[in-house]
């Protein structure tokens, strides 16, 4: 009954503190790069591991113009992160783009949009480091 108690003491608290931990790097890092755009009211963000995907769905509403940021924190490298519709059509990529976190673009139709997000294996490094990544999205008035 004692182990139960600390499994589900730590399924609990490790998940919130780990969201806890992202908090600052958004409010510091991710937030002033909105730059121009209102926040959104709500943000994810997760602490990730090198190889690891994460996948959210977000709804953006017709006729707004936004921007969606994919930070990371530079531990992880560059992190790859790609927009999809709820088909699984690709609308963007940042492989290859010159601006690495941020995708803007005007919604034509209320929708939601899958955005998906791979952090790059480290093969090499003897530490695996964690980070934060946080997706922030923001639409102009």
């Excluded at 958004?26 to 994810?44: A, E, I, R």
């Excluded at 519709?85 to 290859?96: E, H």
């Amino acid at each position: 009954m004692k182990a139960y108690k600390i499994l589900l003491f730590l399924l609990v608290f490790i998940p919130s503190f780990a969201s806890a931990q992202c908090r600052p790097f958004t409010k510091n890092k991710v937030l002033p790069k909105l730059n121009g755009y209102v926040q959104n009211d709500s943000y994810n963000s997760a602490q990730m591991a090198p190889g690891e995907e994460a996948e959210i769905m977000v709804t953006f509403f017709g006729g707004r113009d936004y921007r969606l940021l994919v930070v990371a924190h530079p531990i992880l490298g560059d992190v790859e992160f790609t927009v999809s519709d709820i088909n699984g059509k690709q609308i963007y990529t940042n492989k290859g783009a010159q601006d690495k976190e941020a995708f803007e673009f005007k919604m034509k139709n209320t929708q939601q949009l899958v955005v998906k997000v791979k952090v790059p294996e480290q093969k090499d490094a003897v530490v695996q480091h964690i980070g934060c990544i946080s997706i922030v999205s923001g639409f102009k008035q």
